[in-house]
């Protein structure tokens, strides 16, 4: 894959998606596509076409036999399969079934309990001081702590030592490579060197998981713990349609992709809602005093807010896109925040707007669609619905309280890194 296959193109845009213009403008980046007519990018940076038209992207996603994800979502080529949004049909149709079972409603909703008991200890410890950093303190600890109460193991070392820190510095790390080209992601990782603390991070979450997964297969195996004791057990004992069972290395694959997948986007999502209310005129008081609005407050932001900029796909044949020739194994990526920016699809789109039809808002692709529908996405609502319904009745008055701090650590993805806000403790 050392050949460019991509080049400029004559009306598309040009852009530079790992660029500090982009990662601060991105959305007039976005409206400028669309209001050009040409919704289509080539990047300056990297050998990849984008695509931001809401129709464009759902053609692209509903031709399963042209444009797969085998290569993975990343914009390096995979060299080995990876787990879901990395294998296509039927490798993918064989986890998607497991997974399946291990993400089922009821398994979610057994987790409300705890997820309200969790927020509640959060507001507890930081309620007196009036004030707080909402996305270190909850936006990032809610999803990393379901995600653990599901995959069966504690967030706290054995001398209650929180493992957070680390991991999210491994989830940094190694997503914030995502947008690099093929060998400058080998360079960037390998000029960070081993003794990097995002790659120490990196490796000793892999190392909690390998021991994790060792754990589970001997308490399986003496009786102590059994099949639907957290989903690793289920991984283990879960066999697919043929009856063939997921290998240890796909179960390892899972795990890294469940926690990283399942928290930083979730995380996005949690601290860019509070945002979005605190700063659109009447939002906070509106759903404040009818809690009926949290869905759509939750569809609107996922809508303006993406967590996720957009993933890959790669065509198996010669193709087309926008009336440019692409050769086989191009890279394209699916701008999953541009798309929701189309106004074919939304009107007034860079408007936040709690009166939208909440139907049409879901048909935001911020979960992806068809295939590779993000499985976890029941699961994130559910978190943003608890979230909500914890804090705005207990932080009275919340306002923003300092200067509200973007992410640009990880250009794949757009959110928050600091978000201080206040409240009235009387």
């Known amino acids: 894959m050392t050949n460019p296959k991509t080049h400029p193109v004559e009306g598309w845009a040009e852009v530079d998606f790992n660029s500090e213009p982009f990662l601060t403008d991105f959305k007039k ?24 038209s809401h129709s464009e992207i759902m053609s692209i996603l509903k031709g399963y036999d042209v444009w797969k994800s085998k290569y993975g979502p990343a914009l390096s080529y995979l060299e080995t399969p990876g787990v879901l949004v990395s294998v296509d049909p039927p490798e993918h149709t064989f986890e998607v079934r497991i997974v399946a079972d291990c993400f089922s409603k009821e398994i979610f909703e057994s987790l409300i309990p705890d997820m309200e008991a969790f927020m509640q200890a959060r507001l507890d410890e930081v309620f007196e001081q009036g004030e707080m950093d909402l996305h270190d303190a909850i936006s990032v600890t809610l999803p990393l702590f379901v995600i653990h109460k599901l995959l069966g193991f504690p967030l ?36 960070l060197g081993p003794d990097h603390t995002g790659v120490q991070a990196a490796m000793r979450t892999q190392q909690m ?31 697919g349609p043929d009856g ?35 700063t659109e005129p009447g939002a906070y008081e509106r759903v404040c005093a009818d809690p009926d609005l949290i869905p759509i407050a939750i569809e609107e932001t996922l809508r303006l807010d993406s967590p996720v900029q957009g993933l890959f796909r790669t065509n198996d044949t010669e193709v087309e896109i926008g009336g440019c020739p692409l050769d086989v194994d191009t890279k394209v990526m699916l701008l999953w925040a541009g798309a929701n920016l189309d ?46 319904k914890a804090i705005l009745p207990r932080l009275k008055n919340l306002r923003l309280n300092g200067e509200v701090q973007m992410e640009k650590r990880i250009p794949v993805l757009q959110g928050i890194r600091s978000l201080p806000v206040a409240w009235d403790t009387d």
């Open 343 to 388: 106004p074919e699809v939304y009107e007034d789109p860079m408007t936040f707007n709690l009166d939208r039809d909440l139907a049409k808002v879901r048909r935001h692709l911020s979960f992806g669609y068809g295939t590779h529908f993000c499985r976890g996405a029941p699961l994130a609502r559910l978190e943003g619905e608890i979230f909500l």
């Open 29 to 52: 980046v976005y409206e400028g596509m669309h209001a050009s007519g040409c919704p289509y990018a080539h990047s300056t940076s990297g050998d990849h076409y984008a695509v931001a």
């Open 156 to 191: 706290e070392d054995e001398d209650g030592t929180s493992r957070i820190p680390w991991i999210r510095e491994g989830i940094i790390t190694m997503v914030g490579t995502m947008l690099d080209p093929e060998g400058d992601r080998a360079d960037a990782l390998a000029q």
């Open 244 to 278: 063939t069972m997921l290998t240890e290395d796909k179960i390892m694959g899972f795990m890294n992709f469940l926690e990283t997948a399942g928290s930083a986007t979730t995380t996005i999502m949690l601290s860019n809602i509070i945002y979005r209310l605190l």
């Open 209 to 239: 998981y390998a021991e994790h997964l060792a754990e589970c297969k001997a308490k399986l195996a003496s009786g102590e713990w059994q099949n639907d004791t957290n989903i690793v057990c289920r991984f283990l004992t879960t066999p």
